[in-house]
């Protein structure tokens, strides 16, 4: 059976954190170490950590300086020990407790897999009520690597979320597949390179996974225009080596596809921004929109065609009332 690790980056989440590790600890499988990365937490996340150690031993705890989550989960890369990695934001947690069994044997079985995708679940924190986008990723997922991520990235279920799949260690090392520190939005980032060397998917079908949304204090709680011009390096990146590179036409397609839908939640982002902020980061979108032509998905499309429509600003305040009033749906249960 494979040896997991599981990385586990902790930064100021005292409140949250017994909730996550325990879950981990919860599974019935067993084989797995565990890698709390303190990232100077000036909280009492450190002793919390030191604490778990001194109980299991398959908990390794990393004490460093202050770098943010890509560092933190670098750290995790470097020291981890496992066949498959696994990350999970501290502030998250797993739900049930035979999952990592589930998935163990199904790599066990199929040893060529690279990736595998989880479902997850949103926590709307200050409701305590939960929210699954109901999707059959099944029929998405084909023989072809390239051809399976055009489909999930055509029908918008693929989240590029570090901790939405279970990651072969070999492809990370062997490729250099690291996080980009100082840079917001960096699961995107990653997740295009991922997708240059995944040679085989499967999805886990259960949902494993609860994404806390929106605590107060989280890196996306306040969106500012670091977080939006970050972007625009990401997109501005991957497009250049994506047009230079000679890479085959479905994985091309589908990663330009992916761009897109980067640039629509832009385009989404800008309506919370300062108002005197707002101009630039227009005036940015615009030099880029030819990226929508590469549209796959329905929520990129809608984006494309509003926007064409009304203009990116008036675009970008009519996505941020629908996510709002979705979101206050999905609060009510």
Same mark, same amino acid.
């Given at each position: ?109 199929? =040893? ?5 995708? @989880? %479902?997850?679940? *949103?926590? #709307?924190?200050? /409701?305590?009520?939960? &929210? ?115 890479? =085959? ?5 589908? @990663? %330009?596809?992916? *761009?897109? #839908?980067?640039? /629509?939640?832009?385009? &989404? ?65």
């Amino acid at each position: 059976m494979p040896f997991f690790s599981i990385i586990i980056p902790v930064y100021k989440v005292e409140k949250y954190i017994h909730t996550c590790v325990d879950s981990v600890l919860l599974q019935d499988f067993k084989d797995f170490e565990v890698l709390l990365v303190d990232d100077g937490s000036p909280d009492s996340c450190p002793e919390i950590c030191d604490n778990y150690a001194s109980q299991d031993e398959r908990i390794k705890v990393i004490h460093k300086e202050n770098g943010g989550l890509s560092d933190a989960r670098n750290y995790g890369i470097k020291f981890s020990k496992g066949d498959y990695l696994i990350f999970i934001d501290s502030d998250d947690y797993w739900e049930g407790i035979s999952h990592l069994s589930n998935i163990a044997t199904i790599l066990n079985k199929n =040893p060529d897999i690279d990736t595998v995708i @989880l %479902k997850f679940k *949103l926590l #709307y924190d200050d /409701s305590n009520t939960l &929210f699954e986008k109901i999707i059959d990723n099944s029929l998405d997922i084909v023989d072809s690597p390239d051809e399976t991520l055009y489909n999930l990235v055509k029908s918008a279920n693929q989240a590029s979320s570090a901790w939405s799949r279970v990651v072969k260690r070999s492809v990370i090392i062997d490729n250099e597949i690291f996080f980009t520190t100082g840079l917001t939005g960096e699961d995107s980032d990653w997740f295009i390179h991922l997708s240059l060397f995944v040679k085989k998917y499967k999805e886990y079908n259960q949902t494993l996974y609860v994404y806390r949304q929106n605590r107060a204090g989280s890196i996306t709680d306040t969106i500012k225009t670091k977080n939006v011009k970050d972007q625009f390096l990401i997109i501005d990146k991957w497009n250049k080596i994506l047009d230079n590179g000679n890479y =085959p036409e479905k994985l091309y397609l589908a @990663l %330009k596809g992916f *761009l897109a #839908y980067l640039l /629509s939640i832009v385009v &989404f982002l800008v309506a919370k921004l300062p108002t005197n902020e707002r101009d630039v980061m227009i005036k940015e979108i615009e030099k880029r929109k030819e990226l929508f032509n590469f549209a796959l998905n329905k929520k990129t499309l809608q984006t494309k065609y509003l926007c064409s429509l009304l203009g990116v600003h008036l675009t970008s305040i009519l996505l941020s009332k629908m996510y709002n009033f979705r979101s206050v749906i999905r609060r009510k249960g």
